[in-house]
């Protein structure tokens, strides 16, 4: 009889966590508002939260971070850990053990509390692995694969750093844990000036983020979208700190506060308020040698290879035509990147 008792219990514990939802009204003080003002309405609202230990972590891993299985969820690796007996301690190899990884490194605001224990941005993740990542920005990258990341130097327009990347199933994840750490922290995140840190975050209430990281954070939240994983988390983290992450709760709130929806008033009853732009793709020709380039912003990047792939110009689009007069080649090639990541190359002809 009493492990029946024990069983319903946990079972109208797990039934709670997922159907939990914001309280009635938990939002309201936000509705209406937009950008820099937005942002700072949802910070008066999730602001305010149980500090968590960082000994209580551990065991609140078992709640928002089990799997099916009853085995940790690690998004840095594909191996398979059992809660409190694998614990890092010490390793030496991918699968040794789990540590606690701040997805937002701890030592970009300075260890300080409480974001050092905020359970939003910590998440149970292989040792080795989290010891590659360091305190490198996220990003995208051609280089070293580690459990299911990548370090290197980073392929994404407007910063050649050193960045990690996470696997494509977890970068929407990791985008709305950065969405709300600059937002819960707004008061903080100008102190936050750690040379690694610097190169994503401005130092800024609004917007935080350098340019190219809100690029980078937008495209990862628009193409992995919000899973039940991240639901379950965010209503179990509820439970736990009593505060919510809003951008799991409204996936496009980011494009309010950062994207194509900046102009509009925030009202989650309604659909997107703007659709984003079908993407019209550059339009290249030479006349009279030069070089016509159409459809580009300031913020996309021009290149010019010969045939041998050797870079002859590379340029931010300061102007929308180019004297190739003294460009040798008869043929050379054109690639241009958008401020969304989109790669486009053409091949043109010179008359000489």
Request: proline share 5%; hydrophobic share 35%; net charge neutral.
């Amino acid at each position: 009889m009493k492990k029946k008792l024990q069983l319903f219990v946990i079972l109208a514990f797990v039934c709670t966590l997922l159907s939990a939802q914001p309280p009635a009204g938990y939002y309201d003080s936000a509705f209406g508002k937009k950008k820099e003002a937005l942002k700072t309405a949802m910070k008066e609202i999730i602001r305010p939260h149980q500090q968590r230990t960082y000994a209580d972590l551990w065991g609140d891993f078992q709640i928002t971070d089990k799997k099916e299985n009853g085995k940790v969820w690690d998004m840095y690796s594909d191996c398979t850990f059992t809660f409190v007996s694998k614990q890092c301690g010490n390793y030496k190899e991918i699968c040794d053990c789990y540590n606690r990884e701040h997805s937002m490194p701890a030592s970009w605001f300075n260890d300080g509390y409480p974001m050092y224990t905020d359970l939003f941005h910590l998440y149970p993740t292989d040792g080795k692995v989290n010891g590659y990542r360091s305190n490198y920005p996220f990003g995208e990258t051609n280089g070293t694969k580690y459990g299911t990341g990548k370090l290197g130097s980073s392929t994404f327009p407007g910063y050649t750093g050193r960045v990690f990347e996470p696997a494509d199933e977890y970068k929407g994840d990791f985008a709305r844990t950065y969405f709300y750490m600059v937002t819960c922290y707004e008061d903080n995140v100008t102190s936050w000036t750690d040379i690694e840190a610097k190169q994503m975050l401005n130092a800024t209430k609004y917007p935080s983020f350098q340019p190219w990281a809100i690029n980078l954070l937008l495209k990862w939240s628009r193409n992995d979208k919000v899973s039940s994983k991240e639901i379950n988390r965010n209503n179990a983290v509820f439970e736990i700190q009593e505060n919510r992450n809003p951008f799991i709760d409204y996936p496009q709130l980011a494009e309010y506060i950062w994207g194509d929806s900046i102009n509009y008033v925030f009202d989650p009853t309604k659909s997107m308020a703007v659709k984003r732009t079908e993407i019209t793709p550059p339009i290249v020709y030479v006349a009279d040698a030069v070089l016509h380039i159409e459809n580009i912003t300031n913020e996309s990047v021009i290149q010019i290879y010969n045939v041998y792939g050797q870079l002859i110009i590379k340029t931010p689009p300061v102007i929308n035509n180019y004297d190739i007069s003294l460009i040798k080649e008869q043929l050379y090639i054109i690639r241009i990147i958008d401020s969304a990541g989109n790669i486009y190359t053409y091949k043109t002809f010179n008359k000489l």
